[in-house]
């Protein structure tokens, strides 16, 4: 099956296509200075520009893995999160807590999609 | 590939089928009043009910990922999950301490089958 | 799809084949003495020979899971990654904080690989 890779940094490639598989690294905002809210929704873009370079789309996602810095800040991530998503093709998610990269990062996404 | 989606609420499906891969979500127990080994047993029965609803089963688990809420709580969920897994079958797995959704759940468990 | 498991504990398999996809268990070091450098080294050894194993290879990582238990950490970790990886064929990623088993272990990566 071929791969093929998409957006790399010296670390991680954004987006790696496995035949009818893609997986997206965890994505964080640019906007740092951001709340929950425009957070999440900065991620979610970004995961539909690397969803669209990969062929796939946020109808097709099977898997969602997601972490916010404070758990209370799942119940607005969540808004953000179900006002983008398909609610007719919604995949498998796991939301925790952790301690991220940047420190004012709140949320970061990684998603395994299907083409 | 086909996709298919199963026990989907407002945020997510517990389960997606995708050709011969089934990604079922992060599963916490109901009974989230019960010890360490209650909850971890109750997920696990979901697990096994989940893997059925798409034709796959404990056996054919390739990775699992388990969160603990204190991270002393590895031993006695591993009693419960070693009780439970099929020993000449057992998945890749990695297993961390992370804070969860409900304060009450001191156990998640995702994974990833073949159908 | 055809399953193949390695290298199998009481609780896990350090390598999970199906199909054309491979699923390493997290891995630690086993120098669990040794600095943040020396246990990512270590562990990036032994995800070569379970790849290996595999019939996989670094050059075909498709996404990678790293939990570092100081995120200050992370800087030095990045560096042995970066000099480990094929820099052409780099994975997806994402790396958080979480406190793992062994208390004197500093980071613990899961992988996902072609073959």
Redesign the interface.
Known sequence: ?S?A?HD?????????E????V????VVAKGLDKDIKGQTKEVLDEVDRLLGKCGSHKS?L????I?VTD?RN?APM?EV??AW?D???????????????DPRALV?I?V?A?K
Chains 1, 2, 3 share one sequence.
Not at 8 to 16: F, G, K, T
Not at 23 to 26: D, E, I, K, P, R
Not at 87 to 100: D, G
Request: aromatic residues 6%.
């Open positions: 099956m791969i890779r790399s940094s010296s670390i991680l490639s954004q987006a790696v496995h035949g009818n598989t997986y997206l690294a965890g097709k099977l898997q969602a893995q972490w758990i799942r969540n999160w179900t998503a609610a007719k093709n919604l995949p498998a998610r796991a939301c925790v807590e952790a301690k991220l990269a970061e990684m395994i299907a």
